[in-house]
Structure formats: C-alpha cells, structure tokens
Nanobody, 118 residues
Framework: QVQLVESGGRLVQAGGSLRLSCAASGGTVSSHSMNWVRQAPGKEREFVASISRDFGITTYADSVKGRFTISRDSAKNTLYLQMNTLKREDTATYYC???????????WGRGTQVIVSS
C-alpha cells in the first residue's frame, strides 16, 4: 500500500509562487499515475494536474495551464507541483493521489492547505 504525505502549503500573496511536495512510501511515484487534485471550501474536488506512469506525460486543468508544473523525482520518490502566478481562486486544500493502473487502486494523501491572499 502506498502512503502519501503532502507538504508545502501556506499563506501566500497573489502573484506569488509555491512548490508543493508529495512524498511517497510503500510504492514509487514512477510506477503509478500521479495526480494533484484540489478542493476549495464549499466546492467539490477538482483535477489540477497529472503525470503518467509511462513516459511522464503531463496534463493540466485549463485553470492552471501555463502557471503550474507537475513533476516527479524518482530518486527522492516525491511528486511536486510548482505553482506560479497564484490567484485567489487557487485557494484550496491540495491532495496528491497515486493510481495503480493494474489493480485499479487509488491512494490519497491527507492534503496541504494553500491560501492565496490579495
């Protein structure tokens, strides 16, 4: 079973940058499809970005395209989300998850909170 721990969330001013981390154990970030998902207060969870297990193909929600970058470091077994030009609407709890495409199991972290102030 994969355990995921997110970190890096904090209060930041609009226009600023943050890098979120998702440390994995019990499995590797390179053997799973990895995703960032966020949930704003009073809203449903929404997809932010993904990186595929094979070839590391990245996909982004339109709302973050050009501002956020997802990446993984196999040596550190960690997933990252670089967030630039942050907007107030990026305020949310950010979760990483790992999808095992063979078993269909999805593992979730507990989230890290990002608050963007104007």
């Amino acid at each position: 079973q994969v355990q995921l721990v997110e970190s890096g969330g904090r209060l930041v001013q609009a226009g600023g940058s943050l890098r979120l981390s998702c440390a994995a154990s019990g499995g590797t970030v390179s053997s799973h499809s990895m995703n960032w998902v966020r949930q704003a207060p009073g809203k449903e969870r929404e997809f932010v970005a993904s990186i595929s297990r094979d070839f590391g193909i990245t996909t982004y929600a339109d709302s973050v395209k050009g501002r956020f970058t997802i990446s993984r470091d196999s040596a550190k077994n960690t997933l990252y989300l670089q967030m630039n030009t942050l907007k107030r609407e990026d305020t949310a709890t950010y979760y990483c998850n790992a999808l095992n495409s063979r078993s269909g199991e999805t593992y979730w972290g507990r989230g890290t909170q990002v608050i963007v102030s104007s």
